[in-house]
């Protein structure tokens, strides 16, 4: 690491490995893009908004949570640890990355005042709010680095008094997600502490004591090139250190200090502690040795137990070994019972899965998964409750007579959704469902949930638990248009109840009362900005929850336009049209900026489906290209990229040639709209994108410049498949190597701009995939610059990086874009 942590470094790949110091390298301090882009970035997020429980009255509110924005490179800069798939602060036990909430606001629904949550301790980060089943009260975890403070630590709100307290003597561990769930009584919560006797954490030893070795007698562990894992003896001590959780149930209104904890169990690498409804046992989810230095830690040896909270007793429930023999592909698992959960409507059962086909979806077998269920007090044999033809997904629970499964396979993209009665000896299931998850057209949606009294979820349904709501995106070859729909349990016949007003995007997002239904909603339109609103169906009469101002102001907003054209394949392709403020159409075409993330598909029919609505408001990402209209250029975001294999064929067989023609096909509709000016287009891409904008750049004529984030490059790096590529690279090395553009560097003429986060985190996306391309377009003189952003994830989030990323977006297109003297020729 550089002792300047304030400094983007543009090197060579020489440097990095510092093989040469004499080839060029250029040093600069972060710069920052022009005033308007600026601005759009620093724009306020829009608020979170979580919805209450009931309480005994049925009164229902709203939380709504301000957002930090983007960190600092000082904040991005402090300790971080990056043990086994895992990114997390040693200082505080808590989250390294990722935004957080400053304020906290509850309001009443539908029409009460907004209070301020007081007692927030300064300079606030806050995570993990959580309500409590009787919406009493809800806590949150405030994340602190001082040395003078615990690092997380457990805070309790009382809504009828907006007031916020900590409860003391708690250090929470939080590195595996959210360290604490409410228990049934809403009086306590079982938390996952730092032990208070774990003493002080290990130290670097700089002596090695011996080599690391690793071993594979003869068994097939294939596995994707994950990042962060663990790579000795000494990084398993650090993480059994920070890993290690005491169970803990926390009394929000205990008598003294003392009183207000009871450790349960002994420590342990506890992964999830989730309590039974009826609040009498936690069902525990450990990691223990031998661990991998290949795999992150959800594959490690894991052990399920539950523990008695009256007796203090536990029962192992399996212990599973090292997860190191599943084949790498789609609908691939664990042989054995896996998936661990409560039913949340009984007191306590426990249900799991299990494989009918040892894991391997390529066998031929009739139960592809079965569902067990196990009664307390968990000494009889367990029951199957259902089998299941395809992979179980998801089960949602009702009431105790009512669940609802979903089963999928990736091989023809088939959703399958049955209702089955729990309770019931071998009743059959009742298919609600089925056909292709990828047929956006036809998706019947995903099922309402609502919190019971002991605090877990369960469907939403009809009065007489003869329908279940759904929500679903409405996807039609006009847009998205979201509705809300009763499906039948009998014989799963929906019928639409709610439905988004035309011109506008409206996304249900609870139902406040079944009877109606009355929903919460947000409303927004291409020059409104999003707000939450009361809305009984069917009623039209809007009750406004909250005003939140437009976060960008005044300012004035891009146009926006949804384009629809054909592929030559005659396959149908959308992609959104942005243009400066104040465009007319006598300006003529403009230099453009397309952005675009391929996608396979098995169907031509589902490839060519419109995505997205036409009336959404602008809400612009650290990553989004949108920000360029402000510079004259015309944008646009989200072109379609479809790659279809039907049948036996494979999508990624003719992955180049449909490539370029989406690509070719977009852009030929912005000239034909006079908008585009063919002669000045550039292609930008992140990750699966930035592999697609290097390929067309090594395989087309179509663009003056690319930008590349956070790519992959050379799939020999990734053998055992890539993105949805199940195919290893022994199995198709041609397909491999002509869908890596590193293959094709010395084709790569076109001037690319490569950007890459020094500490990506993604599956396949090392840096040196960046380092080694940039070194081989240079080795044969094309144009091309790589910009390392120092302490930066797969996603950029240090505010320094953000814009210094657009600094040099705008440079490297003013440069080989606006200004460019030289006409763009037609694709190869």
């Given at each position: 690491m550089r002792s300047s942590l304030a400094a983007v470094v543009v090197v060579t790949v020489e440097i990095l490995l510092g093989l040469c110091a004499l080839q060029a390298q250029t040093e600069l301090k972060y710069q920052v893009p022009p005033k308007a882009i600026v601005d759009l970035i620093d724009a306020k997020p829009t608020p979170m908004v979580e919805v209450s429980p009931k309480d005994k009255a049925g009164k229902q509110w709203i939380l709504i949570e301000l957002i930090s924005g983007l960190p600092s490179i000082e904040d991005m800069a402090k300790p971080e640890l990056r043990l086994a798939g895992l990114r997390f602060n040693p200082k505080t036990n808590g989250p390294s990355r990722g935004r957080y909430y400053t304020s906290l606001t509850l309001k009443l629904l539908p029409e009460g005042p907004e209070r301020s949550v007081q007692g927030i301790p300064a300079n606030a980060k806050i995570r993990f709010t959580a309500w409590a089943p009787d919406a009493r009260h809800f806590s949150f975890v405030n994340s602190s680095d001082d040395p003078n403070e615990t690092g997380l630590s457990l805070w309790i709100v009382d809504v009828a008094t907006a007031q916020a307290r900590a409860l003391p003597g708690i250090s929470l561990n939080g590195i595996f997600g959210s360290p604490c769930e409410w228990m049934s009584n809403s009086e306590s919560l079982v938390c996952k502490t730092v032990s208070k006797v774990r003493g002080p954490a290990p130290e670097r030893s700089v002596v090695p004591t011996g080599p690391v070795v690793q071993e594979n007698l003869g068994r097939a562990t294939p596995g994707p090139t994950y990042e962060d894992l663990l790579k000795s003896p000494e990084d398993e001590k650090f993480f059994d250190y920070y890993a290690t959780s005491q169970l803990e149930i926390v009394q929000i209104a205990a008598a003294s200090k003392n009183d207000t904890t009871k450790a349960i169990g002994d420590p342990g690498v506890i992964e999830s502690a989730s309590p039974s409804p009826d609040g009498r046992y936690i069902l525990v989810d450990e990691r223990h040795h031998p661990y991998s230095y290949l795999l992150p830690y959800p594959m490690f040896p894991e052990r399920v137990q539950l523990v008695n909270l009256v007796t203090g007793a536990s029962k192992q429930l399996v212990d599973k070994p090292l997860e190191d023999t599943i084949p790498n592909i789609h609908d691939a698992v664990a042989a054995g019972p896996r998936d661990f959960e409560w039913r949340s409507d009984a007191p306590a059962t426990v249900f799991w899965v299990e494989a009918g086909d040892g894991g391997d979806p390529r066998r031929n077998v009739s139960t592809r998964d079965a569902l067990f269920l196990l009664d307390a007090p968990f000494?009889?044999?367990?029951?199957?409750?259902?089998?299941?033809?395809?992979?179980?997904?998801?089960?949602?629970?009702?009431?105790?007579?009512?669940?609802?499964?979903?089963?999928?396979?990736?091989?023809?993209?088939?959703?399958?959704?049955?209702?089955?009665?729990?309770?019931?000896t071998a009743a059959p299931a009742v298919t609600l469902f089925e056909g292709s998850f990828e047929d956006r057209y036809h998706d019947p949606g995903e099922p309402f949930t609502t919190m019971n009294e002991s605090g877990k979820d369960v469907l939403q349904t009809n009065s007489d638990e003869s329908g279940i709501y759904l929500h679903s995106r409405g996807a039609s070859p006009e847009g998205d248009e979201p509705f809300i729909a009763v499906m039948s349990v009998t014989n799963g016949e929906s019928k639409r109840v709610w439905k988004s007003e035309p011109k506008f995007f409206e996304t249900s997002v609870a139902i406040l009362d079944a009877n109606g239904p009355t929903v919460l909603i947000t409303r927004e339109s291409l020059d409104v900005n999003p707000n939450y609103y009361i809305e009984m169906a069917g009623s039209g009469e809007l009750k406004q929850v909250t005003l939140f101002p437009s976060p960008y102001g005044?300012?004035?907003?891009?146009?926006?336009?949804?384009?629809?054209?054909?592929?030559?394949?005659?396959?149908?392709?959308?992609?959104?049209?942005?243009?400066?403020?104040?465009?007319?159409?006598?300006?003529?075409?403009?230099?453009?900026?397309m952005e675009a993330y391929p996608t396979e598909y098995k169907t031509r029919s589902a490839a060519g489906q419109m995505q997205g609505s036409p009336f959404t408001f602008p809400i612009l990402s650290w990553g989004s290209p949108v920000p360029f209209v402000t510079q004259g250029y015309a944008v646009l975001e989200n072109a379609t990229i479809p790659i279809i294999g039907e049948g036996q064929a494979e999508p990624n067989d003719t992955y180049v040639e449909q490539l370029v023609a989406g690509a070719q096909a977009a852009i030929d509709e912005g000239v034909r709209l006079g908008v585009v000016d063919r002669n000045r287009v550039a292609v930008m891409g992140h990750s699966y994108g930035a592999f697609m904008t290097v390929n067309l750049l090594a395989h087309s004529d179509l663009f003056k410049a690319g930008i590349a984030r956070s790519g992959a490059y050379n799939r020999t790096l990734t053998p055992f498949g890539f993105q949805n590529e199940e195919r290893t690279y022994w199995q198709a090395p041609e397909v491999y190597y002509k869908m890596s553009p590193f293959s094709y560097a010395d084709k790569i003429k076109t001037p690319l701009l490569l950007i890459h986060g020094e500490a990506d985190n993604n599956t396949g996306t090392f840096p040196i995939q960046s380092e080694r391309l940039f070194s081989a377009i240079k080795g044969h003189g094309g144009t091309v610059r790589f910009v390392l952003l120092p302490l930066e994830s797969h996603g950029y989030a240090g505010r320094e990086s953000v814009l210094h990323m657009f600094w040099e977006m705008n440079e490297w297109m003013n440069k080989y874009v606006k200004n460019s003297p030289q006409p763009t020729t037609k694709a190869n």
């Open positions: 000494e009889a044999s367990s029951r199957k409750l259902v089998d299941l033809p395809i992979r179980f997904r998801s089960v949602t629970w009702g009431t105790g007579r009512l669940a609802m499964v979903e089963e999928r396979r990736w091989k023809d993209r088939k959703r399958i959704m049955l209702a089955i009665a729990p309770q019931a005044n300012a004035p907003l891009p146009k926006k336009q949804v384009l629809k054209y054909r592929r030559a394949d005659r396959v149908d392709l959308s992609a959104n049209l942005y243009l400066p403020p104040g465009y007319k159409p006598s300006d003529g075409p403009l230099p453009t900026l």
